[in-house]
């Protein structure tokens, strides 16, 4: 049988590019992605970059660390402790003492992230003075980078300054888009300060903040724990693991479907020469094993040739990270040899699951049988095929309904949406052969009564074809259904905290601050006086809660003031009022472990303070993203960040918003409508998340395409018989590429209609979900996006089936007749 293999490689050498191609680029996929992951487990030690030449950081308390029965639980606080002043008093007596300060700084034409200092810190990182001078005036400041020269004057949030001087690291490159200011006047822009540097021994620091709660003193390489944002690269490693994770998932998912479906089809187009060699003496298992041979060399060689383009391209991947924010600077492929075994013996493993099922029904065909067979699909699925697609099917509609009714906020988890398509995805396309002949019958109806043969022939074809139909639109019901699936539910989410936030809030105007700092006491009590405006001031802060004893939980608050906050408010209430909030209570959700109204909560508020606060009002769950609800009282260190206004009876709504304009001139706060504070808040898809979802999609839709492209060149390429017979009987060659054309079509639109179906129900689960957590909202598909990739594959299909239809029709009719099927 080894000749009859080398044989069978020869002349159908289409069908074998085609499984080469297919398995070589899946393989590649799985390598690039577990190489991404392999080199994003370990972050390389930073040190400190602000503080490298400081001698000793103190720093106020900025953890909570709670004992439970199961060891230490710690999050870190909302609003980080000052140094407490008779600590600072003590450190005076041991040396100079300069505090720091790090505020968000929002300037016309300079970079996105600037960060404002005191220029006495800029010695510590340290900076060294480039160009200018240093800083002497309140509208003096000196910056980092090239975006400013000094002479520049510049509007910032804080107002109009004059840039003085420009600085460089000393040390290396620039970690951060700094703005210094003079000390003064960094003190009046953020008059908190969480830590500070002090020139003295650390010994005696250490000595003289004995006994101060949560006081850290930092030297050596700790000092990077006092830089803006020390835990960054961990968190950065968090989010790609969680991004390539969950790329790596669904793209993995989509080569083993792809791989196994293409081997499959390979298989099953050769019915008729496994009938020959039956008739020829050849026994089922020989015939078997030639399979398996073939399978083993095409994967072999496609699998080693993925892994060695995955090699190439992760190294690409990993540049568009960096590039796109996503990942650190310092982000680059390691030299890891795991991925790549596991990416060859996967692909290799998936090629030989593949063809087995198909040869296995292939060895069972008797010669006469086989020799009879027509090309119409009499039994176009094994039991095996119907019972296991079935049984995924009714899977995926009882873990629905459980979801539902145990926990429906897990179908509102990315990983949940993000996966839970896969199980109906792999449910339909197994039960495509008996699901594409009537979708197939009904798009070709009207086609089938237009004049001429063409329609009900392309009808007939696709329609009684169905092994070919289902195996060619396969690729375009995984795109479609996850482009449905995964755009679908960010945009539904997205609309449906938008309409949470509209609902939350019975403001006319809103006031939101432009930095950090938030709007000091004086710029409030301006609000307060524009005439014709209730006004509510709110901050944004958190509170800890120890769920079950064991689970510190953080919950996001808004402090506010009760009778205020009444009359601009519509929360989603289960039960109490907004009107009984006071200082010794909490508004709370659903989602909390205890939730009734009169029942007191241990907690800590934003700054560690342990407090025992009761339960006022409870509000329902939502997506999660209804927090708590305290006093100011219980956020003293929170700044008033948000302003909702409502109008009085008869006042103009153009008056009262010049009036808080001009109120919040000097703190550069801006003034906009309930509506554009919803657009411009709500949706906002964490950006790893929607880039997640590109990349998803993008790596996805690539290899669906491919993968489309590849199927039809091999379908077609098996045809020069039937294309012969239609030339035959007559049909100019035009006619004929116009049916193979319209064929393609056909089966295209049934690819999309079958992956609509699925992220249909997809997006009605998430709907369901979402209305018993009281949020109503309209599901978002998006069809635009689905128009768009329906018609990229109906392009790619139909040229796919015409140019080697073309190719075969340069042949003889006869001889085309005489072929080989």
């Known amino acids: 049988m080894l000749s009859t293999t080398l044989g069978a490689l020869r002349t159908r050498w289409v069908t074998f590019v085609g499984s080469f191609v297919a398995l070589c680029l899946g393989v590649a996929l799985v390598a690039v992605m577990g190489l991404t992951l392999a080199s994003s487990l370990d972050a390389p030690e930073r040190g400190p970059e602000r503080f490298a030449a400081a001698p000793v950081v103190v720093r106020g308390q900025d953890t909570l660390r709670v004992a439970t029965p199961i060891g230490e639980r710690s999050q870190k606080l909302a609003q980080p402790r000052a140094v407490p002043a008779d600590a600072v008093a003590r450190l005076l007596n041991l040396g100079t003492v300069v505090q720091d300060r790090s505020f968000a700084v929002r300037a016309e034409g300079g970079p996105a992230d600037l960060v404002g200092h005191p220029w006495p810190t800029a010695a510590f990182a340290p900076y060294r003075l480039d160009a200018g001078r240093a800083p002497e005036a309140a509208d003096e400041v000196v910056v980092s980078g090239d975006w400013a020269r000094p002479g520049t004057r510049v509007r910032t949030d804080g107002g109009t300054v004059r840039v003085v001087g420009t600085v460089g690291v000393a040390t290396g490159p620039g970690f951060e888009n700094a703005v210094f200011y003079t000390d003064a006047r960094a003190a009046e822009l953020s008059p908190r300060s969480a830590q500070l540097v002090v020139d003295a021994d650390p010994a005696a620091v250490r000595e003289a903040v004995r006994g101060d709660e949560g006081v850290q003193v930092l030297t050596g390489d700790a000092r990077r724990y006092a830089d803006a944002d020390p835990d960054r690269d961990r968190e950065a490693l968090t989010a790609m693991n969680a991004m390539f994770g969950t790329a790596g998932g669904v793209t993995g998912f989509v080569s083993v479907f792809v791989v196994a479906s293409t081997f499959a089809f390979a298989v099953a187009q050769r ?170 019958r009904l798009i070709a109806w009207l086609p089938a009564r237009l004049p001429g043969a063409g329609g009900m022939l392309a009808r007939e074809n696709a329609a009684t074809g169905v092994r070919r139909t289902a195996a060619v639109a396969a690729p375009v019901l995984v795109t479609v259904a996850l482009a449905g699936s995964l755009l679908g539910a960010t945009a539904t989410l997205d609309g449906a905290r938008a309409t949470e936030a509209r609902g939350r809030t019975a403001a006319d105007l809103v006031v939101t601050s432009a930095g950090d700092a938030g709007f000091d006491e004086a710029t409030v009590r301006r ?272 040229i796919s089936a015409v140019v080697p239809a073309g190719l075969l029709l340069r042949r003889a009719a006869v001889d085309g007749g005489a072929g080989r099927r």
């Open 271 to 440: 019915r008729r020469e496994f009938g020959m060699l039956r008739t020829a003496g050849a026994t089922p298992g020989q015939i078997r094993r030639m399979v398996v041979r073939e399978a083993l060399a095409v994967g072999v060689l496609a699998s080693a040739a993925g892994c060695v383009l995955g090699s190439r391209a992760a190294p690409w991947l990993a540049r568009w990270a960096v590039e796109e924010n996503l990942a650190p600077r310092w982000f680059t492929i390691g030299d890891h040899a795991w991925p790549c075994h596991v990416a060859f013996w996967t692909g290799l493993s998936v090629a030989l699951c593949g063809v087995l099922a198909a040869s296995w029904r292939a060895g069972r065909t008797g010669p006469a049988e086989a020799l009879r067979e027509a090309s119409v699909d009499a039994r176009p699925m094994t039991r095996g095929r119907l019972l296991f697609g079935a049984a995924l099917l009714i899977a995926a509609a009882v873990t629905l309904v459980w979801a539902l009714v145990t926990n429906p906020g897990e179908l509102l988890q990315r990983k949940t949406y993000v996966s839970r398509p896969m199980l109906l995805i792999t449910a339909v396309a197994l039960l495509a052969p008996a699901l594409v002949r009537w979708p197939t």
């Open 527 to 798: 609000l307060r006086g524009v005439s014709g405006a209730e006004v509510s001031a709110s901050s944004s802060s958190a509170v800890y809660v120890l769920e079950d004893g064991v689970a510190l939980i953080r919950s996001e608050a808004r402090a506010v003031e009760p009778r205020p906050f009444a009359a601009t408010a519509r929360l989603p209430l289960a039960a109490g009022t907004v009107s009984a909030l006071d200082d010794d209570s909490i508004i709370v959700n659903e989602e909390w472990e205890k939730h009734t109204v009169g029942e007191r909560v241990d907690v800590w508020l934003g700054d560690g303070t342990r407090r025992s606060l009761r339960i006022a009002a409870v509000m329902t769950v939502g997506t999660g993203d209804n927090g708590v609800y305290v006093t100011p009282r219980n956020a003293a260190a929170a700044p008033v960040d948000r302003v909702d206004v409502r109008l009085a009876e008869g006042a103009d709504v153009r008056a009262v918003a010049a009036g808080l304009r001009q109120a919040v001139r000097a703190s550069g706060g801006e003034v906009v409508t309930r509506e554009a504070w919803v657009r411009a808040m709500y949706p906002r898809t964490d950006r790893t998340t929607r880039m997640g979802v590109f990349l998803v999609l993008g790596i996805a839709l690539l290899y669906t395409g491919i993968s489309l492209a590849n199927t039809m060149v091999m379908a077609t390429a098996d045809r020069s018989r039937e294309l012969a017979v239609l030339r035959l009987a007559g049909a100019t060659r035009w006619q004929v590429l116009r049916l193979v054309g319209a064929e393609a079509l056909m089966v295209v639109v049934v690819g999309g209609l079958l992956g609509a179906l699925v992220a249909g129900l997809e997006l009605a689960g998430m709907w369901g979900a979402l209305g018993l957590r009281s949020v109503w909202t309209s599901v978002e598909m998006p069809w635009a996006t689905l128009a768009a990739v329906l018609g990229a594959c109906a392009v790619l299909a139909v």
